[in-house]
C-alpha cells in the first residue's frame, strides 16, 4: 500500500473507533446509552405512569360530578314539571 491508501484507512477506522465509543458513552445528539440512559428511561416511565394514574383517578371524579349534576337537574326538572 503507498501513503495515500494507509491514510485512507487510517481516517475510516479513526471514524468507526469514534463511533463506537460515542455509541457507547452517549456523546452527542442530547441522547444517552448504556446502563445510566435505562435507569433514566425506567424513571422516566415510572413518573409518567403515576401522573397517568393521577390524571385517571381525577377524571374519575369529574365524570362523578358531572353525572351526580346530570342526575340532580333531571330531578329538579321533574320536580317542577310535576307541580
Known amino acids: 500500500m503507498n501513503g495515500g491508501q ?3 484507512v487510517l481516517i ?3 471514524v468507526m473507533i469514534a463511533g463506537i465509543i460515542k455509541a457507547r458513552y452517549g456523546f452527542g445528539h442530547g441522547r444517552r446509552s448504556g446502563r445510566h440512559a435505562v ?3 425506567d424513571a422516566e416511565a415510572q413518573r409518567l405512569r403515576e401522573e397517568v394514574k393521577q390524571l385517571k383517578e381525577r377524571l374519575a371524579v369529574i365524570e362523578r360530578i358531572t353525572v351526580e349534576k346530570e342526575n340532580s337537574l333531571e330531578r329538579e ?3 317542577l ?3
Do not use: F, G, N, W
Open 6 to 8: 494507509i491514510m485512507v
Open 12 to 14: 475510516v477506522a479513526m
Open 39 to 41: 435507569a433514566h428511561d
Open 77 to 79: 326538572i321533574e320536580r
Open 81 to 83: 314539571r310535576d307541580r
